[in-house]
């Protein structure tokens, strides 16, 4: 005996539902084109990050060791007579010193401890 066979499955699709059926299969196709085009950007970005970590790390080593002996620096940084220092904060070659002054009041030092010199006093004042 033969299956009977089923109408339903055969039916061919209305031009109008198929025509959007044909616009959604193209907008899900574009939109995972985009979707893998950014996702490898990622992983590019991830990968060449990783890669040039590790070469600015050994120049920021060097950079950063301290000299000794003979090449060992030696400086003064003048602060306001009878002046405190309260914190400081050391930023690549600049330090910011938080000081209090003489009569309480306070104000900031910013220092360019490459060149050895005092680049900006900030006096902090109340409205």
Do not use: C, W
Request: proline share 5%.
């Amino acid at each position: 005996m033969a299956a009977p066979q089923s109408n339903d499955d055969e039916k061919p699709l209305d031009p109008e539902v198929e025509r959007v059926r044909r616009k959604l299969l193209r907008f899900m196709i574009i939109n995972l084109v985009i979707l893998f085009v950014a996702f490898a950007a990622v992983i590019g970005g991830f990968i060449y990050k990783s890669s040039h970590a590790s070469k600015r790390a050994a120049g920021q080593e060097a950079e950063g060791r301290a000299p000794s002996g003979a090449d060992a620096v030696t400086a003064a940084i003048a602060i306001p007579a009878g002046a405190r220092i309260v914190s400081q904060t050391l930023s690549g070659k600049e330090a910011l010193f938080s000081l209090e002054l003489a009569d309480g009041s306070r104000s900031f030092l910013l220092y360019d401890l490459g060149a050895g010199r005092t680049l900006g006093t900030y006096a902090v004042k109340p409205e």
